[in-house]
């Protein structure tokens, strides 16, 4: 399995303007999440999807934040507009239907965002 | 409220010698106990995985230990590789109406030639 795949590894972008990320969860997985890592905050969830439905978005920070999971296979996480305080990395994950709880997440490596 | 901390922040050692990270944890009601590696660039990677019954479990080299009275975990990695160079991230999961996993920051661990 290529596990979970995200897209792009890098993006930088001026205040203002509008941010997709991608993500390809590993096949069969019910659960995606959606993270953001910061040196200062560490790994924050920021929403998750069972079964493409979203379950919890509670750590979405404002408005400007969106996600959307209209298969089992894509997902993407909108910023818009985007400011310079939302630099971090952005990490997608996976986990099986076992449980999200009790069952290992398998993370993608990240979409590093810098907004200048 | 619900806070997982690791110590030490950062840590330096040499190759071929073991080290013992440690987690303590408030989260309550408690359902596991999680032990991520991230390396620099990647995403986390699961080693180890305990539930409050267990307390102790192994994934090669890396040993968890949970203490679920004490509400304290350690990760000892024995004969240190350079490729151990990561962070070490303790994850703990509530249980009931507080099913959410709950992150610590990390210790950076530095294994030098």
């Known amino acids: 399995d290529a596990g979970v795949i995200q897209s792009p590894r890098h993006e930088v972008t001026e205040m203002g303007q509008e941010v997709t990320l991608r993500c390809k969860p590993i096949?069969?997985?019910?659960?995606l999440f959606w993270y953001r890592q910061t040196m200062m905050r560490g790994l924050e969830l920021l929403i998750y999807f069972n079964n493409n439905v979203p379950i919890d978005d509670s750590g979405m920070p404002e408005d400007r934040f969106s996600a959307k999971m209209p298969n089992a296979s894509f997902s993407t996480l909108k910023i818009q507009p985007s400011e310079p305080r939302d630099s971090a990395v952005y990490f997608c994950?996976?986990?099986?239907?076992?449980?999200?709880?009790?069952?290992?997440?398998?993370f993608g490596n990240g979409t590093r965002l810098t907004v200048t | 409220k619900n806070q997982v901390e690791q110590s030490p922040q950062s840590l330096i050692i040499l190759e071929g010698k073991n080290c013992t990270l440690q987690c303590n944890y408030t989260v309550s009601p408690f359902s596991n106990l999680r032990w991520y590696k991230q390396d620099t660039g990647r995403g986390p990677v699961s080693l180890t995985i305990?539930?409050?019954s267990e307390n102790t479990k192994s994934n090669g080299r890396y040993t968890a230990t949970l203490d679920a009275d004490t509400k304290q975990s350690s990760l000892h990695i024995t004969a240190s590789q350079l490729s151990d160079s990561a962070s070490y991230i303790c994850?703990?999961?509530?249980?009931?109406?507080?099913?959410?996993?709950?992150w610590g920051l990390g210790t950076s661990l530095a294994v030098n030639p």
């Open positions: 305990m539930t409050f």
């Open positions: 096949s069969g997985h019910d659960y």
């Open positions: 994850v703990v999961g509530g249980a009931g109406n507080n099913r959410k996993l709950i």
């Open positions: 994950a996976s986990s099986s239907s076992l449980g999200s709880y009790n069952s290992p997440l398998h």
